[in-house]
């Protein structure tokens, strides 16, 4: 669980300092973490109305006799109708 908190502190400073880049957005999920749940994205501004950047989760969490674990890794790509990605 330290590890997720610590995750989560390090995306969350990232995401303060890249936010006025304008070209960068960094995005996680801090209440997915208490639950065992991490899922976090950068985007990267390719044109003025195209981003795109990796996508990466993992969770893990144990009830009782059942245990889940998954990861995932992919690629997110927004269009914004209005421009100014």
Known sequence: MKQFVLIGFVL???G???ASANSTNIRFNPLGMLVGYINANVDF???SSWTIGPEVGYLNWDFSDTSVSATKFGVRANFFLGGNA
Request: glycine share 12%.
């Open 16 to 18: 303060f300092q890249s």
């Open 12 to 14: 969350c400073f990232l």
């Open 45 to 47: 501004k390719v044109g």
